[in-house]
Structure formats: structure tokens, C-alpha cells
């Protein structure tokens, strides 16, 4: 198993630009979940999904959008890319329990 | 509301010392508590969780958590630090799953732990 994988590892964004962070997961787990990661605010929920199909918002949702059209994928679009958007973000997946994280994506929003 | 704390910033301890991490939380009804560790530039990595069962439950790298449900607490431990258990500690709770229950993990804000040869 290759647990959960993201892509990329690194992305440096203009202002204003849009890219998707891809997640997959191959556990057949039904919950996945993005997070983002700043110093001293430990993680915050973006989005998560409890199976295809089905998304909802977390903490911090605005500028985000996800869609689940698999059990294996959620991936994240930033539609309008902003400096404060400038974060490590984590895609999760788990099943009744604990949760798998993927490496991150640590991304730069200049 | 589902909320976790964990009151210290970094926690200081030379190697071969017992080493505590705090967490205390709030969720109703009978939570699931877990622990994660985070090395520099790595994602998170499960240590041990809490379901049920006896309050003391062993994870990897010889880390143990103590459940206590009175205190609402569920604190990390380790008999004896290791230089290499320097890291970014998360503690996290979910309400358990149910009808309407998302189970959502939310996590406290991170832990330093700094073991010192």
C-alpha cells in the first residue's frame, strides 16, 4: 500500500492564480480530509469528505474548493491564490479511527 | 463543542528522564483520543490512540497515553527520553462515530518536546 499520497511536494503561486493539490489514498477509506498547518496554530480543518460524493466545510473553507468523485481522490483547488494562503497543507484518509496523513505540500503564495 | 488543549508550548527534558506531554479536551460522550508525532519537513505520524478499554494504553517508539476521564485528560509519557523523540507532538479528539457524526479530528495546537543529551 502506498498509503496517502499528495502532489506536489513544493508549489511556489503568484497571487491570483489557481492550482489543484491532488490527494489520493489507497485504503478504501471513506473519510478524507484537508488540512493546513501555520507555526503555532497546530492544524486547521479546510474541507473533508465522508465518502464519494459527499463534501462538507471545515474551519477555515474560504478560498478552497474540493470535490470527491472517488473513494480514492480529494483533491483541493485554490481558485484565486492570496499570500495568506501561503501554508503546508495535509490531505488524511481514515477509516472508524485514527488517520493517515499524507507528506504535505508546502506551498508559497508570493 | 469539540476542543483540545495542550498547555505547554515545548517541554524540556534530558535524555534518559520520563518525559509527560499535556492534553486535556472536551467532547461529549465517549471520546476517541489520539496522539501523533511530526519530524521536521515530515506529515504527521500516528503514535497511539484511545477507544476503550483499560485507561493505559502503549503505542510505538515506547510512548504510552493515560486516559482519565474525571481529569478529561490524556497525557503522553515515556519512561525514558530519547534525543531521536525530539519532535512536534499533536494531541486530537473525535466524538465517536454515530448517526450524524462526522468525525471530524480536531487537534490541539503542538507540543515541542526537546530532549537534551
Known amino acids: 500500500n502506498a498509503g496517502v499520497t499528495q502532489t506536489p511536494k513544493f508549489q511556489v503561486l503568484k497571487t491570483g492564480q489557481s492550482m489543484t493539490l491532488q490527494c489520493a489514498q489507497d485504503?478504501?477509506?471513506?473519510?478524507m480530509s484537508w488540512y493546513r498547518q501555520d507555526p503555532g496554530m497546530g492544524l486547521r480543518l479546510i474541507h473533508y469528505s465522508v465518502g464519494a460524493g459527499i463534501t462538507d466545510q471545515g474551519e477555515v473553507p474560504n478560498g478552497y474548493n474540493v470535490s470527491r468523485s472517488t473513494t480514492e481522490d480529494f483533491p483541493l483547488r485554490l481558485l484565486s491564490a492570496a499570500p495568506s494562503q501561503t501554508s503546508v497543507y495535509f490531505c488524511a484518509s481514515s477509516g472508524r479511527a485514527e488517520q493517515y496523513f499524507g507528506p504535505g505540500t508546502r506551498l508559497t503564495v508570493t | 463543542a469539540q476542543s483540545v488543549a495542550q498547555p505547554e508550548d515545548q517541554v524540556n527534558v534530558a535524555e534518559g528522564n520520563p518525559l509527560t506531554v499535556k492534553c486535556t479536551y472536551s467532547v461529549s460522550g465517549n471520546p476517541y483520543l489520539f496522539w501523533y508525532v511530526q519530524y521536521p519537513n515530515r506529515g504527521l505520524q500516528f503514535l497511539l490512540k484511545y477507544i476503550t478499554g483499560d485507561n493505559l494504553v502503549k503505542g510505538s517508539y515506547g510512548f504510552e497515553a493515560e486516559f482519565n476521564k474525571s481529569q478529561t485528560s490524556f497525557h503522553l509519557k515515556k519512561p525514558s527520553a530519547l534525543v531521536s523523540d525530539s519532535a512536534l507532538y499533536f494531541c486530537a479528539v473525535r466524538a465517536p462515530p454515530s448517526s450524524g457524526n462526522t468525525g471530524k479530528l480536531i487537534f490541539g495546537q503542538g507540543t515541542t518536546l526537546q530532549v537534551k543529551p
Open positions: 485504503m478504501n477509506h471513506e473519510y
